[in-house]
């Protein structure tokens, strides 16, 4: 007699996976009010940030320094590097604490713990969303002409979310046994956003400090989103991966570092999870 194969997913896992989205969402949702409960301006505090720390940055390096002289996409190139900084240290900044935050959740219910932290990087990532317009507005400004390769820039961002979300699923982990974290994390973020090419050009650091921040999964991202949008016409600015990592073999490297965060911090979580009400 012939058996009948059952369907890869049965009616409750659907069932199930539909209520951890519902979760997913809730949390998020709750967060991103959360976030600017109180504050006058509201969400348009997620604009005005970024916003005033690249009129800051433009006034300093632009002008005093001169760095607005080497191209005229200089100001786009920054704001780009900015929005996505911003992006990465608010989700993994949320993700850090989200944990400890929600320990009340962490008694009362049954959930993969995964979703918190990873509503929190959600949370920044509705924030990116937002200031991902204004980019827009610099670039209609600059009366850049959109072409089809700009579709890459979603495998991009969808890559630099897995690496945020990697980092913020170790760090949320960790921050429940070391309370200390939180300082740590906030001197490395400042430090990581000194050390990226986000001021200055990265065709600026030598060649064997260029291999260095290439292997950084952030920086590989913002000079592909950069090349694709603000340097098609000029080769001289153009400096991906490959150039710095010696062939296409070369730009794989980061891609495979953020997915290795992505399952170093899904594993790290996955483990300790089990004791997260008892130590929160």
């Known amino acids: 007699m012939a058996t009948v194969a059952k369907p890869l997913y049965s ?27 109180g504050s006058v301006l509201g969400y348009v505090w997620s604009i ?38 911003y992006f990465f240290a608010d989700a993994t900044t949320l993700g850090l604490y989200s944990v400890v935050t929600r320990e ?24 990116f969303t937002a200031n991902i317009t204004v980019i827009a507005g610099f670039v209609a400004w600059k009366r850049i002409v959109p072409r089809l390769d700009w579709l890459l820039v979603i495998p991009l961002f969808l890559e630099l979310y897995i690496f945020t979300l990697g980092v913020a699923l170790i760090l949320a982990t960790l921050f429940v046994r070391l309370r200390d974290l939180g300082q740590i994390w906030e001197l490395v973020s400042q430090l990581f956003f000194y050390a990226s090419p986000i001021v ?70 996955h483990r300790e999870a089990p004791w997260f009400a008892e130590r929160v």
């Open 48 to 85: 005005l940030k970024p916003l005033l720390l690249f009129l800051m940055l433009w006034a300093v390096f632009g002008h005093l320094f001169k760095l607005g002289q080497i191209s005229p996409y200089y100001p786009l190139a920054l704001l780009t590097g900015i929005v996505l900084y």
């Open 200 to 269: 200055y050009p990265v065709g600026y650091l030598p060649p064997w400090a260029r291999q260095i921040v290439f292997l950084n999964p952030f920086t590989q991202v913002l000079q592909d989103v950069r090349s694709l949008i603000i340097y098609p016409d000029l080769p001289q600015d153009k400096i991906t991966a490959s150039q710095a990592l010696a062939g296409a073999g070369g730009h794989l490297l980061p891609i495979l570092i953020a997915f290795a965060v992505f399952a170093a911090g899904v594993a790290y979580l």
């Open 104 to 127: 009340s959740l962490l008694r009362k219910l049954s959930f993969p713990r995964m979703i918190i932290p990873t509503a929190a990087t959600v949370t920044a990532a509705i924030t």
């Open 11 to 37: 009616r409750s896992h659907r069932r199930g996976v539909r209520y951890y989205a519902r979760t997913l969402g809730v949390i998020a949702g709750a967060e991103f009010k959360q976030k600017y409960a």
